[in-house]
Each structure stands twice: as C-alpha cells, then as structure tokens.
T-cell receptor, first 114, second 113 residues
Framework: DGGITQSPKYLFRKEGQNVTLSCEQNLNHDAMYWYRQDPGQGLRLIYYSQIVNDFQKGDIAEGYSVSREKKESFPLTVTSAQKNPTAFYLC?????????????FGPGTRLTVT | GDSVTQMEGPVTLSEEAFLTINCTYTATGYPSLFWYVQYPGEGLQLLLKATKADDKGSNKGFEATYRKETTSFHLEKGSVQVSDSAVYFCALKSGGSNYKLTFGKGTLLTVNP
C-alpha cells in the first residue's frame, strides 16, 4: 500500500530537549511538507521541500529544522528554541507535475512537551 | 497574499439534514480549490477538488462548485450521516509552480442521530 507514515503517533518530551519527528512516503512524490495544527487555528506550514537536498521555510519555521537527504524521507526536528512546541504535527507529500498535485497526509504525531 | 475564509463552527446537525459549509478565497491568478476532511485523531483526507471556474467536485455525496465570480467554493451535502462528523478544511493552490496549499481554519461538524 502506498502512503505516508509518521512515527511515533504520540511523543512526550521534557522542555529543553530537541525531538525529531519522522515522516516517510512511498508515493514517489517530489514534494513534502510539514504542518502544525493547533485547536482553532487550522494548519500552518512549517517547512516544505520540492526536491531532494532543498527546502524552504513556511510561515512558522522558527524553532524548527528539517533535512531532505532522500526523496522518501523528510524528518522534522523541534528544537528547544520553539517556544510552544506542544501541538499536532502533520506531514504531507504531493507530486509536482501532471494533474494530480493534491497533498496526501500522514496520520500525524501528537507532541507534548512538559 | 492568498487566503481562505470558511464559516466558523461548530456546526451541529441532525442526521439527514442538509449541510452547507461556506468557503471564500482570495488568490492571484486561477487557483485550484480543495476540500479536505479530518476525522478525530487522524490526518487529512482529500474529499473533493475543482481546478477551474464552474467545475463541480463531488465525492461521497458531498459537492462543491468553483464560483469565480463570487470567489467561493461552498461545500454541500443533501443528507448528512453521523459518520460525517469531522473537521472540514477548505484549501487553495495558486497557479504556477509553487505547490503550497493555503488552508482555512477548519469547521467542526457534529451530526447527531
């Protein structure tokens, strides 16, 4: 089955620790995205990458970092500089050519920092 | 910049009622429009889409028509079910090579038996 996997589903960390969220896709999509979801605020774009070894900041990149060393993988690190890291994090991917360019989402990781 | 405004929820309906969730947008050029659905604790799933003016997207009894003159993409369903309870997001993709989506804030729908 093709799709996007995110792990773990729930993640707990102490304040001041960096934490890395995993996102893997086997859809052969070129583009990948990270969103943050908070109650009542919809989805906000953190980072996106449209090709391997290249990525761009989204609307709320401060306190986050990413890498895109492989087409299939786009891990997100939530650093200790992120002031309010507790949230639901969603990864997505899409094609960048042809007519089918809608984004496909993973199941999400709920991060709680105390 | 691009923006999407959708009606605030929560929306509570009885089973078999008619559903409308309003969505209007601001964008440059000719955007593509989407409705996504999110069930509790899950990621988003594409519900339907429309890529040009007057296109109607439809899926699972839901419909939305791309209205360029009113910059709208309202979601409708004639008879909702309890299983339709979820959060619904309207989104747009501007024309060009940028594949980012701009999302509305989401509308929570609860359908009671």
């Amino acid at each position: 089955d093709g799709g996007i996997t995110q792990s773990p589903k729930y993640l707990f960390r102490k304040e001041g620790q960096n934490v890395t969220l995993s996102c893997e896709q086997n859809l052969n999509h070129d583009a990948m995205y990270w969103y943050r979801q908070d109650p009542g605020q919809g989805l906000r774009l953190i980072y996106y990458s449209q090709i391997v070894n290249d990525f761009q900041k989204g609307d709320i990149a401060e306190g986050y970092s990413v890498s895109r060393e492989k087409k299939e993988s786009f891990p997100l690190t939530v650093t200790s500089a992120q002031k309010n890291p507790t949230a639901f994090y969603l990864c997505a991917s899409s094609r960048t050519s042809g007519a089918d360019y809608e984004q496909y989402f993973g199941p999400g990781t709920r991060l709680t920092v105390t | 910049g691009d923006s999407v405004t959708q009606m605030e929820g929560p929306v509570t309906l009885s089973e078999e009622a008619f559903l409308t969730i309003n969505c209007t947008y601001t964008a440059t050029g000719y955007p593509s429009l989407f409705w996504y659905v999110q069930y509790p604790g899950e990621g988003l799933q594409l519900l339907l889409k429309a890529t040009k003016a007057d296109d109607k997207g439809s899926n699972k009894g839901f419909e939305a028509t791309y209205r360029k003159e009113t910059t709208s993409f309202h979601l409708e369903k004639g008879s909702v079910q309890v299983s339709d309870s979820a959060v619904y997001f309207c989104a747009l993709k501007s024309g060009g090579s940028n594949y980012k989506l701009t999302f509305g804030k989401g509308t929570l729908l609860t359908v009671n038996p």
